[in-house]
């Protein structure tokens, strides 16, 4: 313990390394590794013809490890006279052309321009402690020197753990004189001797010398991480420091998941190395309760394009669910990025082998062989259609996907919020291969790992019948609470639905209830270009689509003279504000002073049906709270595996159904609803639809 600083601003003090060295005797100490993790760093920036400072240079075997393999040229310093004596010692015989200096190097005696590299493994973490002025001030005069004895076109190699502020301290300095900086991940750090002491990986900056050319600033920044073979370029400081920080978290994962196999939680994304945006999401998800063996200890799961956002794999209990059923202790989920191109799954399995193994779990078999598991072995089918910017949605696209048994979506996507699909719509056969012969090629493609989709497009005709939103099913289901079920398709009912999306509910509605009047208010024209583009939506005689905020409408409506009476109004909008606890609807939708609204314009026996997706639950407490005040009759029904919770509001509680003639009025409506020669999707129950609902 005797040898560790009273506190870090010791590291700066010559009297702390003098005792130091005295009380660790000869016995060399490494920072950050020795010359078998820095010799690839080391050789790509170091000629053996060079001559070399190493400043700061302790008792490591570095130099003279280098020295043995041809960089003879060494001239080290340190402020320690002791460890300077030892040194000279060791080497008097052994290495006769390398020399010891004990140095200040912040005042050093050499002349200008006198070397070609100057190397520094760790002394410039030592005194850059802190960020106040007097170590500023040391610190600058470090690099004053250090820029003073270095030729034009030599090279600082600071070997660091590239703490923020050493990084902003030294890029900043640097690139401001004009140099190109490189910050260099030194390969496989995280694995070698370096890991014994630190957790964080270590790094190389590269600092080469350029001749300064007045009233100007070149800056060239760049990071070379050690998966790559070559460098990127980035911007700015602030980049490269975040490409470091990144490096950094990607090793604090690595060393908790050793530490804690069993971590609740832990995801990542692995970005192109050009583009340098994101390419694979990974969750690593922990099953302790499997008994290992040889062959159980891990695997890989490629979930297919496109499903992504399902309950079993876009969630946590979704994904714990999957590894319990694939029987592996350790399960990696791979979600694969919109944008990118993948070459099928053996190209996948090439690409990821040797970044999935560094996060093996402890305990893996030499040489043990990691299945890639998929759904059928398929990587999936995603092709985006169109992509395009709404001034108040910000950018979305739309895309088709392979879902189950061959059937395809057509979905609208907030580049946003990209893992939340906005709206969905299942795509007639005729978007499937066509014929049994198509359907065999599209088998051979599936197997050999083509991504290609069956042509669609802007005009691929869409099926009206299915609901893809379990969401919209159960509000859809609600009308039941109109009574009179047997009447209800072929009655005028009057029905205002707030929230357009792909229009796939109000085109329902439309649909089913052949006598129905739909109004849908859309407050991004956006929109409603999207549904009737790409979603088959059109207006007509009972289907009005107004461009308003759905607050505006609602308030105009009720304050008219004789405002009108809706049999159903219906609440399907997101907020556009990530920061609050309660995604769908704005708050504004819900003060009782508009609820006072909707029930203004809402018929006596009507009902006002809610989309609620309310992860705060305060807030979705005072939600409930505000529509109990307004309307006393309350029926609420949890979407499953999903946040979503639907709302149905009437005005009168004398009215409330039990929950058996509630059943019973939704399959007198279903069958209602299912009139000969209109399609009907068989999976879509109304009466499972309300089983679950409660009175609130």
Known sequence: MALLPRSARDFGSAQY???????????????????????????????????????????????????????????????????????????????????????????????DAQFQVVLDKGTLDAILVDEEEATLQRVDRMFSEISRVLQVGGRYLCISLAQAHVVKKAVGYFSQEGWMVRVHQVSGSADGVAKQQFVLPVFVYVMTKFKKIPDTVLQILEICTEEQDRPVRVESAEQLIE????????????????????????????CDADAGKPRYTLHVVDNPSVKASRNNHFAIFIIPQGRETEWLFGTEAGRKQLAASAGFRRLITVALHRGQHFEGMEGIQAELSGKVMELAPPGLPAQQQVPFLSVGGDIGVRTIQHQDTSAMSGEYLIEDVKGDNMCYFRRLIFLSNRNVVQSEARLLSSAAPRGQKQRKKDKKKQRSGSTEAPTTSACQAIDRSYLCCEHHKAMVAGLALLREPELLPGAQLSVLVIGLGGGSLPLFIHD??????????????????????????????????????????????????????????????????????????????????????????????????????????????????????????????????????????QQYPEGRLAAPELLETARTLERTLRRPGQAWDSSYVLSDMLKAVEIV
């Open 243 to 270: 490409a470091v920080k990144e490096r950094q978290l990607y090793a604090l994962l690595r060393s908790q998941l050793n530490k804690n196999p069993s971590a609740s939680h832990v995801s990542l994304d692995l």
């Open 17 to 111: 390394w003098e005792r130091f060295f005295q009380q660790r005797g000869p016995h060399a100490f490494e920072w950050y590794g020795g010359y078998l993790e820095l010799c690839a760093a080391l050789h790509k920036y170091v000629r053996p013809r060079d001559t070399v400072l190493v400043v700061g240079c302790g008792n490591s075997e570095l130099s003279e490890q280098m020295y043995d393999v041809g960089y003879q040229d060494i001239v080290n310093i340190d402020i320690s006279e002791v460890v300077i004596n030892q040194m000279r010692e060791r080497n008097a015989h052994k290495r006769p052309k390398m020399s010891y200096l004990r140095m200040d190097m912040l005042q050093m005696d050499f002349q």
């Open 512 to 649: 089913y209830f052949h006598q129905s009047h739909v109004e849908a208010v859309e407050i991004d024209p956006s929109m409603l270009e999207v549904a009737t583009r790409w979603f088959g939506f059109s207006q007509g005689d009972r289907m009005k689509v107004h461009i308003s905020d759905g607050l505006d409408y609602v308030a105009e409506l009720a304050a008219a003279a004789a405002p009108a009476q809706y049999d159903v109004v219906m609440f399907d909008v997101d907020s556009k504000d990530p920061t609050l606890g309660m995604s769908c609807p704005p708050p504004a939708f819900v003060e009782t002073s508009f609820l006072q609204k909707v029930r203004t314009i809402l018929a006596p026996e009507g009902v006002f049906v809610l989309n609620l997706v309310c992860r705060d639950t305060l807030l979705k407490d005072s939600v409930l709270a505000a529509l109990k005040e307004v309307f006393p009759l309350l029926y609420a029904r949890r979407i499953e595996g999903e946040v979503n919770e639907i709302l149905f509001c």
